[in-house]
């Protein structure tokens, strides 16, 4: 057994307390914090990288490029140790200092790229070094290799669908490579249950939801099926953060901005539901890896149980 | 002369798709309200409803950030280059001719 073993089949958790708003309804959030990396990225960062060794496009010698905002290149660095090949990540500047002392820690090189740019222009740079030098690379290219989705369809999607005991009605989720969103939602249609699947969206291309793509105005993925949203749910920073805030101190779950966008879409979904309606959605990362960000400092939004 | 706006592909949906523009001022906070009134849509994604700075909105005379200097009451000279950063690296705009 190795680290890559430990990826996936995570728990379901109840969120009980943020639902006692809306009597009757069940919120369900996967835990994907408890991968070994910290966040979902291990499923479709593991995925890939089998997918390359099956092929031989990972060779040994080779070295793992790609662009990343921070969580899949920490995937890629902890496997990349665990596996003995090196790794080299195309990062925006304004990433979290502390997701790329992680990506250090395991080994990893870090290219940091124009904040002006953000994730687009680390892409761009990335595929760019890629193409001049092919020869030294193995290059996953996470927005558009169908491994990625894929690991959600096998693992995620049917991980939640068994959780729920068959009985979920709608699953929403936040996109950044859209693999998450593009694989679970996948494979909860093909269950032929009529199960709702929404996108969650930042309310502005300017916004601090980590890891998470505006899509109407962004390089769109190429594993994005936008045929899968039955809807979309927009989110405003200020309240995915007050969200953020509430898991940590009613549900006793530390987790990042994403996480908080993905609950508080969900909990505004759930107010628009009648009774019996079963809702799953992603705990994407740990909130270990944002504590430097001053907005844990921001006021405290009011805990209704103390009201 | 006027300071120099650099702009984050973010927002350049709503300033006609330019990367840099001049406004005037005395301070950071005169810079940034000239140049949001000579872009409205951009306002909404600048300041919140309480027209205060959004807080993940980070502003940089040359490299200093301004919450680390004098906010936005802070002095700036004709000249100056500010930028605006996302305080977060994912999801923002790319330029159209650049999509695959």
């Known amino acids: ?307 | 002369m006027a300071v120099t706006i650099l702009i984050p592909t973010a927002l350049r949906a709503f300033t006609g798709r330019q990367s840099q523009a001049q406004a005037d001022g005395k301070t950071v906070g005169e810079v940034l309200k000239a140049f949001a009134d000579a872009n409205p849509d951009v306002r909404q994604h600048l300041y919140d409803e309480n027209g205060e700075l959004r807080s993940f909105v980070n502003v940089y005379i040359g490299d200093v950030n301004i919450r680390n200097a004098g906010g936005l009451g802070g002095p700036i000279e004709d000249g100056d280059t500010l930028t605006l950063v996302p305080a977060i690296a994912g999801g923002v705009v790319c330029e159209p001719e650049q999509k695959p």
């Open chain 1, 1 to 307: 057994m190795d680290i890559l073993d430990l990826v996936g089949n995570t728990p379901l958790l109840r969120l009980d307390k943020i639902a006692a708003g809306v009597p009757g309804l069940t919120l369900l959030a996967k835990a994907e914090f408890c991968n070994p990396s910290g966040s979902v990225k291990d499923r479709a960062a593991r995925a890939m990288l089998q997918d390359g060794l099956a092929s031989g496009k990972l060779a040994k010698g080779r070295t793992i490029i790609d662009a990343t905002s921070g969580n899949t290149g920490i995937a890629y660095a902890m496997m990349g140790a665990a596996l003995g090949y090196a790794v080299t990540l195309y990062i925006p500047a304004n990433a979290g200092k502390e997701r790329k002392a992680a990506i250090r820690a395991y080994g990893g090189t870090i290219v940091e790229t124009d904040p002006l740019e953000g994730s687009d222009g680390a892409y761009l740079a990335a595929r760019a070094e890629m193409e001049s030098r092919p020869d030294l690379y193995f290059y996953p290219d996470q927005y558009n290799n169908p491994a990625n989705p894929r690991a959600h369809y096998e693992g995620t999607g049917a991980e939640i669908w068994e959780q729920s005991a068959h009985g979920l009605t709608h699953f929403i989720a936040g996109m950044g490579t859209s693999g998450t969103f593009t694989g679970v939602s996948r494979r909860l249609k093909d269950y032929g249950r009529g199960i709702h699947t929404l996108a969650v969206q930042p309310d502005s291309p300017m916004h601090g939801i980590e890891g998470t793509k505006h899509m109407a105005s962004t390089i769109k993925p190429g594993i994005y099926d936008e045929n899968l949203a039955d809807g979309v749910v927009r989110v405003g920073t200020e309240a995915a953060w007050a969200m953020t805030h509430r898991l940590g101190r009613e549900e006793g779950l530390l987790v990042g901005v994403s996480s908080g966008a993905n609950v508080q879409a969900a909990l505004s979904l759930a107010e628009s539901l009648p009774k019996g309606a079963v809702i799953a959605t992603i705990l994407c990362d740990t909130g270990e890896r944002y504590l430097s960000e001053p907005f844990w400092d921001a006021p405290i939004p009011a805990d209704p149980r103390r009201r």
